[in-house]
């Protein structure tokens, strides 16, 4: 079964920076693009970048762009998010999801989350 | 970028129906999808593409679309379906994600 656990989350300053990663499994991993996506407490769900299957392409939402960097390695079945010059509002839990893939434009399997709290 | 636009929170007594709304300028071109969430649980997608049904799902969840406005609707609500629920699509530039506001569903 598709299996996403996320790690990395912890308390960070703002100004700091975090890696957050990915660990995927019961799929072919280098076959499907992946997300993440964030929650701050009390809040909706806010999409923050996306990784072709391939790593070919990136693409990420305005409010993180050029502070945020969305990388895998599909010789680990891994996918990462570097976090760099964290602000209070970055403050959520961040979920990483797969990709339906093939003509589908949803998020099919969802991790558990990593929890990212930028305080000082 | 484009927004999608829900209702806070609505309310539905047990076995009757509910229908959840979302708009914005995106969904006439991108379809809707819909997402479940659960208190500390990861939001799991129940309807995708307008109106298909991932296999588990129970066919009380169903999905439509008409013009910039996307409705989830539940059929004979029961006490499981109290969640949050959100609708997401592709933005107006087809490489970008949006989700709505959300919208937290009380069954009575």
């Known amino acids: 079964q598709v299996q996403l656990v996320e790690s990395g989350g912890g308390v960070v300053q703002p100004g700091g920076s975090l890696r957050l990663s990915c660990a995927a499994s019961g799929f072919i991993f280098s076959d499907y693009g992946m997300h993440w996506v964030r929650q701050a407490p009390g809040k909706g769900l806010e999409w923050v970048a996306f990784i072709q299957y391939d790593g070919s392409h990136k693409y990420y939402a305005d409010s993180v762009k050029g502070r945020f960097t969305i990388s895998r390695d599909n010789s680990k079945n891994m996918v990462y998010l570097q976090v760099n010059s964290l602000r209070a509002e970055d403050t959520a839990v961040y979920y990483c999801a797969k990709d339906k893939g093939y003509g589908d434009y949803y998020f099919d399997y969802w991790g558990q989350g990593t929890l990212v709290t930028v305080s000082s | 970028s484009s927004e999608l636009t829900q209702d806070p929170a609505v309310s539905v007594a047990l076995g009757q129906t509910v229908r959840i709304t979302c708009q914005g300028d995106s969904l006439r071109t991108y379809s809707a999808n819909w997402y479940q969430q659960e208190p500390g649980q990861a939001p799991v997608v129940v309807i995708y593409?307008?109106?298909k049904r991932p296999s588990g799902i129970p066919d009380r969840f169903s999905g439509s679309t008409s013009g910039d406005t996307a409705s989830l609707t539940i059929t004979g609500a029961q006490a499981e379906d109290e969640a949050d629920y959100y609708c997401?699509?592709?933005?107006?530039?087809?490489?970008?994600?949006?989700f709505g506001t959300g919208t937290k569903v009380t069954v009575l």
């Open positions: 593409d307008k109106n």
């Open positions: 997401n699509s592709r933005d107006s530039s087809g490489n970008h994600y949006v």
